[in-house]
Every structure is written in structure tokens, then in C-alpha cells.
């Protein structure tokens, strides 16, 4: 429930605590907006997340989920939670096929957010049921400015363009020389169409996310060895990524410099990404929904 008093207009903004329900974290930015949102005071944020086969390290880094055996579950406690009055809004992270559920049976107002590879896809941005799912929004927001034309709806509705926070606490410049430059793969993309880009760069070291297993903890020091890091990579469906990639906005904070898809070098993270910049927005955003 929203304290002081509700949402009458004789209270400034700042003093109106919201209290906001993630629901799902695939890759972590759900706690991380959870982390930082408790942590400035806008109010009570707590994240559920369907818990799976394989760890997620951000998410255990941060140890703000709340873990489910299944989705049925998780969805049941929810909705139990919503109507139990302990939170104002819902903000569900990629599975619009759940909006219908909680529109339905909390009468509570969600927040729908996309991170890539869930509208990328053209089977998931084009999918008529997806289509009719996500439609059923208050507010859907996304982290790439291109996704917007793929975020396709049968009615309108707000959509907003909200970047993804970087640690700043976490990921920052450390005393070491940095040299030499690195890049990044994963089984989240065409690896070897990726391989093939950084052939280019002479002496680069490689690393496979997959076949390391970092503990995130740990990346801080390994950005900060680095001079630079190339940020090029090849979805899975066989298109060149044209955004920075989290672990680029995470080496940029730590000092190193990046080289982009654009063939820019980039310095220095934008102020947009910063956790007290991200999570003020974010915060307004709900206060909007819930008012308007």
C-alpha cells in the first residue's frame, strides 16, 4: 500500500513510498532495480523469480529473489501478496503471457518490461497471443530505443525508453594498470559469427562466459585489467547486436575503455546508467501509472 496518506496531491513526490513486486529476473536486472530502489528509500521492492536447473549468479550476487520450484507456484504467491494489500504495482519482466493473470485476479496495475532477446525474436514480437498478452499493460517499458517498433499491441498504450542500471558501487575503477583488450562470448549468441568479427583485433583475448563460470563478484577485477573491451557481438538469429551489451556499461564504469558495434571507442559510463539517475525514473514512472 502506498504510504502517507495515499496519493493526495498536498505531498511531494518524495515522500510517497511505493511498493513494487518483480516478478521473474532472467539475467539479474530485476535485482539489481530491487537492490537500489530499497537501498535510495522510494519504497519496498521485492523480486520472485522462478528458480531453474542453472543458477543465475547476478541473482544470487544480489540475494534479493525470492526463489519458486515452479511458476504455478510463484504466481499463486503473488497473487496472494497483491491482495493481501502489501504491494501498489507489478513489475513483470518479459512473460507477457502472465499479464492476463495478474490483471485478472489482483486488479493491481503492471508494469511490462523488455530486455532483447524476449521482442527481438520475430516469433515473440509478431505472435498474435503475445501480441494480444502484452496489450493488456498499463505501461510497457524497454532498454533499447529499436525495440520500440517491435513492440507491436492491438491498442495504445504508454510506452517508455528506460535504460538498465549499472552497479556503480560494484563496478568501479580499481588501482591497477590496465593493458591489453578483451571481449566477451556466450551461449546466447552465434558464437562463431561472432568469432569472426574479433578476428580483426590482434592479440585479443577471449573470454567464454559460459565455460568460465565467474562469480560476479569477481568481474569487477577482471574488467579492470583490461585497456579495452570490444563489444561486437551476433544473436542468435543472426543479426549484429547495434546496443552495448551490460558487460560493456560494467567495463566503461570500471575504467576500460570500449569499442562498439558503431566502430567508436567509448570512455566513461553515461550518467544515464547510474543506479540513483535509472531508479529516480523508474520510481516516477510507477507514480505515474498508479496516479494517472
Known amino acids: ?38 537501498k535510495f528509500g522510494y519504497g519496498k521492492s521485492i523480486v520472485f523469480y522462478h528458480k531453474k536447473a542453472k543458477n543465475n549468479p547476478v541473482v544470487e550476487f544480489y540475494n534479493e529473489a525470492i526463489p519458486f520450484p515452479t511458476v504455478r507456484s510463484l ?134 562466459v559460459a565455460k568460465a563460470d565467474i562469480p560476479h563478484k569477481e568481474i569487477p577485477n577482471i574488467l579492470n585489467n583490461y585497456e579495452m573491451m570490444v563489444d561486437l557481438k551476433v544473436a542468435t538469429y543472426n543479426l549484429l547486436v547495434p546496443t552495448l551489451s551490460m558487460l560493456s556499461l560494467q567495463s566503461l564504469a570500471c575504467g576500460c575503455k570500449v569499442y562498439t558495434f558503431q566502430d567508436e571507442i567509448k570512455e566513461g559510463l553515461p550518467e544515464r546508467h547510474k543506479p540513483e539517475v535509472v531508479i529516480k525514473k523508474l520510481y516516477n514512472l510507477f507514480y505515474k501509472v498508479l496516479t494517472t
Open 75 to 208: 504466481v499463486l504467491e503473488a497473487i496472494r501478496k497483491c491482495r493481501s494489500n502489501e504491494i501498489d504495482i507489478i513489475h513483470l519482466h518479459q512473460a507477457e503471457i502472465l499479464l492476463p493473470i495478474f490483471k485478472l485476479l489482483t486488479n493491481k496495475k503492471v508494469v511490462l518490461q523488455y530486455q532483447g532477446s524476449d521482442i527481438n525474436e520475430p516469433g515473440r514480437s509478431k505472435n498474435i497471443f503475445r501480441i494480444i498478452f502484452r496489450s493488456m499493460a498499463d505501461t510497457i517499458i524497454y532498454n533499447q530505443k529499436f525495440h520500440l517498433k517491435k513492440i507491436i499491441t492491438i491498442r495504445k498504450l504508454p510506452k517508455e525508453y528506460h535504460v538498465n542500471a549499472v552497479d556503480t558501487d560494484h563496478f568501479k575503477p580499481q588501482d591497477k594498470t590496465k593493458k591489453g583488450t578483451v571481449a566477451f562470448i556466450s551461449d546466447n549468441m552465434n558464437k562463431k559469427a561472432t568469432l569472426k568479427l574479433l578476428e580483426k583485433f590482434e592479440g585479443i583475448e577471449i573470454i567464454n
Open 1 to 38: 500500500m502506498i504510504e502517507k496518506n495515499g496519493l493526495n496531491n498536498s505531498l511531494n513526490i518524495e515522500n510517497r513510498k511505493i511498493n513494487v513486486l518483480h516478478i521473474l529476473d532472467m539475467v539479474g536486472g530485476s535485482s539489481i532495480q530491487s537492490h537500489f530502489y530499497n
